[in-house]
């Protein structure tokens, strides 16, 4: 190709004229290579749409992550009040099944222990045991005794032994005047009753 | 135009220079001088720090009934920077509302340069929630929660002698304090970022997860003990006896389902009772079990072939030995009884003539191996180990006392394993009190798996003791019949001991009254073992503790449905 441009640009440095030269040139030029050039719109418009896209999607991903949290402090809270509501109910039964409150609730109701273990045997109905009618005597006292008062509380009853008097005999009964008069009345209303 | 451009260049230069000097000085100043505490308040901006408290392990009865459990509870805290302005008023609806005192906590409220004080400590979660909605919906600002669990008795004072109890942050007796390792587990850490009182997703966040204590699993049947606890009280309130307390054990396992002390305490509210009441008497008292140790000694004879339930023995109205007389507790001339008479008699001349035929030191070594003078280590606190005289004190005064239950020192239920070898037919089997195996405070590893079995009398010893410990229950005899059980075959010991009182530390005229036993006498299922201390109603073993034998054992044969066996009862003549 080389060889065949200087053999073919020899000539016209020699003789020719400049307008053969150009018509020459025109007629064998190196072609460019030839570029096919795509449409611009379409890749920017890819582009931003997965820009966009992306974005859209981050923000979406992540006001669904804050929701989720929100959620799962609204759920944490919830499960903590259930989890206190459990065990509060947990706790009313302890009250309820404690056996003390049991038994003050059987002793209300005039219920007493059994006196005696007695079996019944489901093989042949034999009654196993002695059986012991259960009494107030088998009663249980599920409360302690009232705590003993102090002495200071609870003083001996104060007594004046009194040995009468024959001769004061007419004034101690006036003195009791009082208590005469209600003996009369008594008598004198089962006298009427008679 | 003013100035060249190397002026200007020359000029731009020195500002940029002194803009870039004042950045450098501040990142000395950040990086250099204090890096940490700026560090930490850019990580306070915004994070939260909370402990996860670990959820104490609760403890069990053996049916999985809580003896102690733990319970959601937080504390409530004031911020006094805000609550100060409001306090009296704020205090006021606080001592309504939670239970707090009035004049403790205005002071709180108000405290200066505080930003953190209690209010109420281990508040049910429900109630403390509600207060502090309570105060701001009435417009106080300052008031808060934080977690902080509650310990919780549900039975009160059933097994709160061993149970023991929790001070605000630490245990403070019983197995709480004794198995505290495994109970307290440990507590973990929460560390993340807030906004808007929301964690931040994506954010910092660190957490240790805390580690929850293990439940404790006793061999106490909670509805036993409570039975036990109760008839306990009634017979020491009637006696009105000093203390009293009473071992249920389940004969072949020498599981305790039941350990009654009285006075006992409400394990809610330790601090109202007397320090003294707040332990196990059962495990701590030490005390002389006189005639129920009858039953060891004359069971070891058996055992050693040197006499049968049948021996004739002689009894005298009183004992001379070594200068000193042995009396027995009834009047009586010279008298002829076997040897199930002189048990089922309880007499200590009978005792004393039939140990006579023990070689020397053999007593001691049986009641060695019934587990006298050693501790049971079943993980109650304060346990005595009692006194067995050593070998170089056993002068024959001292075995002579000794065959009767004096001079040798028990706790209750070294004693109640003791009897319960002749129930499990002459094997001693460890008690135990915790399911499984736990680790008390001082290393010890205790509980029924590592329950050992050792045989201290043969099976022929054993059963016939128990055929002459019939003859005690049996209303012919009529020594203890108040601790019979109609329709079953029960035997037992009465005792009635001398006291050791605490003044003088000498015999105080002060005495111990005690039944033990087991039924079905043939096939024994429970042993059960009541003590008495200083009755003042002149009552003795059989009259006292008899009678609570009696009602214990009912309710345990009725609640574990054993039927009785409808054997013929002993009938080993008393007399020759």
Redesign the interface.
């Given at each position: 190709m080389s060889n065949g441009s200087a053999q073919l640009r020899t000539p016209i440095r020699i003789g020719r004229g400049i307008a053969e030269a150009a018509v020459e040139r025109a007629r064998l030029t190196v072609v460019p290579r030839r570029r096919t050039r795509a449409a611009r719109m379409p890749f920017v418009m890819l582009v931003s749409l997965v820009l966009l896209g992306g974005v859209i999607g981050l923000l979406l991903f992540n006001t669904s992550?804050?929701q989720?949290?929100?959620a799962?402090?609204a759920l944490e809270e919830q499960a903590?009040?259930l989890?206190?509501?459990e065990?509060?109910l947990?706790?009313e039964l302890?009250?309820l099944r404690?056996?003390?409150r049991v038994?003050e609730h059987a002793q209300n109701l005039g219920m007493v222990?059994?006196?005696?273990?007695?079996?019944l045997?489901l093989a042949d109905g034999k009654v196993?045991?002695?059986r012991?009618p259960a009494t107030p005597a088998n009663g249980?006292?599920?409360r302690?005794?009232p705590p003993a008062k102090p002495a200071v509380l609870t003083p001996a009853p104060i007594v004046h032994k009194v040995t009468a008097d024959p001769a004061d005999t007419g004034r101690a009964s006036d003195g009791n005047g009082g208590s005469h008069g209600r003996n009369d009345a008594n008598a004198s209303g089962q006298h009427a009753r008679r | 135009m003013r100035g060249s451009p190397l002026f200007r260049l020359r000029f731009g230069f020195v500002v940029i220079a002194m803009v870039l000097s004042v950045f450098g000085a501040r990142l000395v100043q950040l990086q250099g001088v204090d890096p940490n505490a700026y560090a930490a308040m850019a990580a306070a901006e915004g994070m939260v720090e909370v402990t996860l408290p670990a959820t104490r392990g609760d403890i069990l009865d053996r049916n999985g009934k809580p003896l102690a459990e733990s319970i959601d509870g937080l504390m409530v805290v004031a911020d006094p920077l805000m609550t100060a302005d409001r306090a009296p008023e704020l205090a006021k609806f606080l001592a309504n509302r939670l239970d707090v005192d009035y004049f403790t906590i205005l002071p709180r409220l108000r405290e200066e340069g505080s930003r953190f004080e209690y209010i109420a400590r281990r508040v049910p979660s429900t109630l403390a929630t509600e207060v502090v909605d309570e105060a701001e919906a009435a417009g106080f600002k300052g008031l808060d929660t934080r977690e902080d669990p509650v310990r919780d008795y549900p039975a009160g004072d059933v097994g709160a002698n061993m149970v023991g109890f929790v001070g605000t942050d630490e245990a403070l007796g019983g197995f709480e304090r004794t198995f505290d390792d495994q109970l307290a587990g440990k507590d973990g850490r929460s560390r993340y970022a807030v906004g808007g009182g929301n964690r931040i997703p994506l954010g910092e966040s660190t957490i240790v997860p805390p580690t929850n204590g293990t439940d404790l699993h006793t061999t106490l049947d909670l509805d036993l003990q409570w039975y036990a606890q109760r008839v306990l009280r009634q017979t020491v309130e009637d006696a009105r006896a000093d203390s009293g307390f009473a071992v249920v054990m389940h004969s072949k396992t020498g599981e305790i389902m039941a350990l009654a002390d009285h006075p006992t305490f409400d394990a809610s509210d330790p601090l109202q009772y007397p320090e003294e009441d707040l332990g196990s008497r059962a495990m701590s008292d030490v005390y002389e079990p006189g005639s129920v140790e009858k039953a060891l000694t004359l069971s070891s004879l058996i055992d050693s072939g040197k006499v049968t339930p049948r021996t004739k023995i002689v009894v005298p109205p009183e004992l001379r030995r070594d200068g000193r007389v042995i009396g027995d507790w009834f009047t009586h001339g010279q008298i002829r009884l076997t040897l199930a008479g002189v048990l089922a008699l309880s007499s200590n001349i009978g005792t004393v003539r039939a140990s006579d035929r023990f070689a020397p030191g053999e007593l001691r070594r049986y009641l060695a191996k019934f587990g006298l003078g050693q501790r049971t280590d079943i993980g109650v606190r304060g346990e005595t180990p009692g006194i067995l005289p050593a070998a170089s004190q056993w002068t024959n005064l001292v075995k002579d006392r000794i065959a009767f239950g004096q001079s040798v020192s028990v706790n209750a239920v070294q004693m109640a394993a003791a009897i319960n070898t002749v129930a499990n037919d002459g094997v001693r089997v460890d008690p135990s009190l915790i399911m499984g195996r736990a680790t008390t405070d001082d290393g010890k590893v205790v509980g029924t798996d590592t329950t050992r079995t050792r045989r201290v009398i043969s099976s022929r010893a054993a059963h016939e003791t128990a055929r002459m410990m019939e003859r005690v229950v049996d209303p012919d005899v009529a020594i203890a019949p108040g601790a019979a059980v109609p329709g079953y075959r029960v035997a037992g010991k009465t005792g009635t001991a001398q006291r050791v009182g605490v003044g003088c530390g000498c015999y105080d005229g002060t005495f111990t009254v005690s039944f033990a036993g087991f039924a079905p006498a043939d096939d024994p299922e429970f042993t059960i073992y009541v003590v008495v201390q200083n009755p003042r109603n002149g009552g003795g073993g059989g009259s006292v503790a008899g009678p609570a034998f009696s009602k214990i054992m009912s309710f345990a044969l009725r609640r574990y449905q054993v039927p009785p066996t409808m054997t013929k009862p002993s009938k080993l003549p008393v007399e020759w």
């Open positions: 992550m804050q989720a949290s929100f799962a402090t903590n009040t989890t206190a509501r065990q509060t947990q706790m302890e009250v404690d056996p003390q038994a222990p059994s006196a005696n273990p007695v079996f045997r196993l045991g002695k012991v249980l006292r599920v302690p005794l | -």
